[in-house]
């Protein structure tokens, strides 16, 4: 079992930037992949970024390539997203998630992923 508590959402002016992290507790953080996603009002939940569980393997959504950044800390047992650059249509309930699988196709799929936050919410104002 693994679970999971994100935090370091809130408001921020367009071409700011945030950054938020994902706690983990369980033993086993480090064998999972971790995953970002986000779902705006009336939209489907979308990838963001995932990363393996090694940390040397990371994979992005085209949309947010170049502005942010995964990445994770084992021995802390937290993953972390920093945006950059946000823009207006960022604004989501970001989510991570952990999968005990990787490859490109599966990091996008929010299939793949056992394990779910409660969501932090971002709201990036023009």
């Known amino acids: 079992q693994v679970q999971l508590v994100e935090s370091g959402g809130g408001l921020v002016q367009a071409g700011g930037s945030l950054r938020l992290s994902c706690a983990a507790s369980?033993?086993?953080?480090?064998?999972?992949?971790m995953g970002w996603f986000r779902q705006a009002p009336g939209k489907e939940r979308e990838f963001v970024a995932a990363?393996?569980?090694?940390?040397?393997?990371?994979f992005y959504a085209d949309s947010v390539k170049g502005r942010f950044t995964i990445s994770r800390h084992n021995p802390k047992n937290t993953v972390y997203l920093q945006m950059s650059s946000l823009k207006p249509e960022d604004t989501a309930v970001y989510y991570c998630?952990?999968?005990?699988?990787?490859?490109?196709?599966?990091?996008?799929?929010?299939?793949?992923?056992?394990?779910w936050g409660q969501g932090t919410q971002v709201t990036v104002s023009s």
């Open positions: 369980g033993r086993t953080f480090s064998s999972y992949a």
């Open positions: 998630a952990a999968s005990p699988s990787w490859s490109p196709a599966q990091a996008m799929s929010a299939a793949s992923y056992d394990y």
């Open positions: 990363i393996r569980w090694s940390g040397e393997r990371t």
